[in-house]
T-cell receptor
């Protein structure tokens, strides 16, 4: 069964600090992996989309990495801001193109 | 603002009833996706339409159905509602068609459904 596991489930950091969120998946055959940011009660917003041939992709202070061999991805947030407080969701697409599998998300709280 | 609109914002209804959720995609987008987000199951992909045709099907119950109209807006119909159907329902849109393709998906603000 295709699964996407995210860790940690929740994280509290101080403003200005860096953090790394993890995503492990068993989806096969793999097509692409997306990271989304979701503020409470709002729709997810795309941060990055990566294929198996991409190791790293950045979007401002957000940097995603992908290791297709170990089926692991990470999202690194640099110099966190209060507005980074949100849930971060990892989503993996099958190469067959007919299914998306979502991780349970990591809830990040950035404190002043 | 993503450019995707969803109505209504909130919906409260009783078990056994039927409701229709509506989504208008961003201008120029041909694909519409429906998602369900509940507290216990997180986000789940339900179904995708591309230019009026069903393109991909996820974990959509038989009690649920969707369609995309010629003007590209989409409706999600939920029938014989159960308490467990209470959730946030999101619609997203993209320019292109395939889940395995790299098109950006833009999410709407969601419809919060409460079944009592």
């Amino acid at each position: 069964k295709n699964q996407v596991e995210q860790s940690p489930q929740s994280l509290i950091i101080l403003e200005g600090k860096n953090c790394t969120l993890q995503c492990n998946y068993t989806v096969s055959p793999f097509s692409n992996l997306r990271w989304y940011k979701q503020d409470t009660g709002r729709g997810p917003v795309s941060l990055t989309i990566m294929t198996f041939s991409e190791n790293t992709k950045s979007n401002g202070r957000y940097t995603a990495t992908l290791d297709a061999d170990t089926k692991q991805s990470s999202l690194h947030i640099t110099a966190s801001q209060l507005s980074d407080s949100a849930s971060y969701i990892c989503v993996v697409s099958e190469d067959a193109g007919n299914m998306l599998t979502f991780g349970g998300g990591t809830r990040l709280m950035v404190k002043p | 603002d993503s450019g995707v609109t969803q109505t209504p914002k909130h919906l409260i209804t009783a078990t056994g009833q039927r409701v229709t959720l509506r989504c208008s995609p961003r201008s120029g987008d041909l694909s519409v996706y429906w998602y369900q987000q509940s507290l216990d199951q997180g986000l789940q992909f339900l179904i995708q339409y591309y230019n009026g045709e069903e393109r991909a099907k996820g974990n959509i119950l038989e009690r649920f159905s969707a369609q995309q109209f010629p003007d590209l807006h989409s409706e999600l119909n939920l029938s014989s509602l159960e308490l467990g159907d209470s959730a946030l329902y999101f619609c997203a849109s993209s320019v292109g068609g395939g889940l395995s393709e790299l098109y950006e998906q833009y999410f709407g603000p969601g419809t919060r459904l409460t079944v009592t």
